[in-house]
């Protein structure tokens, strides 16, 4: 009697490997089966949802009446414009001040339009792109933090991510597929967010809006900003993730989120304005506004000064602070993690 050894028909994947794509499955599936991820992601939808209903409510073709309305409000407004700068003006006539630098150029209305003071105007694309591109940013952005900050807190808060390393015992393994996870999620979240703001701004426009034809350029601006966009939600997500993983817990991350955006970034605009071209939320704007976000230096107005001085806060300076930020806080994060004793 003889035993045949059977040989294998494939070589077998290496240890690491398998182990390795193992777990970026599993993580996957864990960020998928989080029952609190998907009620935000569910709010979310229904956020969008109840935009889109309020916008088919709220936009619509003006009829005469409503025109007439609006011509009788700007008309008001311009009187009253046209009062004030006659008073403005025989003060400084008076007190011997140059009047147009105390009171400004004259008036001109011919650039005024009867179409900004309709209370139902119809849904303008056109002019509405980049800033409901900047809205839906700021929402995802708000949505990938709290999804950032309890992906690693509720690890924390159950133990699990000590459990995990029973099975994976490479701290830096572990750590970079969780942190590969999220930024793969957010990039999802934030595509999804501007691809909602597409459809909503295309019911709109259908339904409620006008038919003007779109300018030059328009899409190139629209999709450069909603790019942006989703540059920012993915490192607002790490910086969620960050702060969870240092404090280990979700609450915390977002006290401290609270404390810094309502406390320290207003002592410090307080302290010394200039100081606001390198807080995170002004570069974290600067990052999608067209064009960057100019901050002014009001305090340091003068006699004889008609502007304050001002910095430019640009696109690729946003996008380097917003991203240095993630990188200062995941990276002191992921050190600790590595060297700190669990239990």
Request: hydrophobic share 55%.
């Amino acid at each position: 009697m003889s035993a045949l050894a059977e040989q294998p028909t494939a070589t077998p994947e290496p240890e690491a490997a398998r182990r390795a794509g193992s777990l970026f499955r599993a993580e996957v599936h864990r960020f998928a089966a989080r029952r609190f991820i998907q009620v935000l992601l569910g709010l979310a939808v229904l956020g969008w949802l109840a935009a889109v209903v309020l916008g088919l409510l709220n936009f619509g073709e003006p009829t005469d009446a409503d025109y007439a309305a609006a011509r009788e409000r700007m008309d008001e407004v311009i009187a009253s414009e046209q009062e004030w700068r006659e008073l403005c003006r025989q003060d400084a006539e008076q007190a011997g001040d140059p009047v147009e630098q105390v009171c400004g150029p004259p008036l001109d209305t011919s650039t005024w339009r009867v179409e900004d003071y309709l209370t139902t105007a119809p849904f303008d694309l056109a002019m509405a792109g980049e800033a409901g591109a900047m809205g839906f940013a700021a929402a995802a952005a708000v949505l990938a933090f709290l999804v950032g900050a309890t992906w690693i807190g509720a690890e924390w808060s159950h133990r699990t991510i000590v459990a995990l390393l029973f099975w994976v015992p490479s701290r830096l393994r572990v750590m970079a597929t969780k942190i590969g996870v999220l930024a793969l999620a957010a990039l999802v979240i934030g595509v999804a967010a501007q691809v909602a703001w597409l459809v909503m701004g295309w019911i709109l426009r259908t339904f409620v809006g006008t038919d003007a034809p779109l300018p030059a350029g328009f899409w190139s601006e629209l999709l450069a900003a909603q790019g942006r966009a989703i540059l920012l939600v993915v490192l607002i997500a790490l910086i969620g993730f960050g702060l969870a993983n240092l404090v280990r817990n979700t609450g915390a991350a977002l006290g401290v989120g609270f404390v810094y955006f309502a406390i320290v970034e207003n002592a410090l605009r307080i302290y010394d304005p200039m100081l606001e071209r390198w807080l995170l939320s002004t570069n974290a704007g600067a990052l999608v506004v067209p064009g960057g976000l100019r901050v002014f230096d009001y305090s340091a107005m003068g006699p004889g000064t008609t502007e304050p001085p001002s910095y430019l806060v640009t696109n690729l300076q946003g996008g380097l602070v917003v991203g240095a930020f993630a990188a200062v806080i995941v990276g002191v994060g992921v050190w600790l993690f590595a060297r700190r004793d669990l239990h």
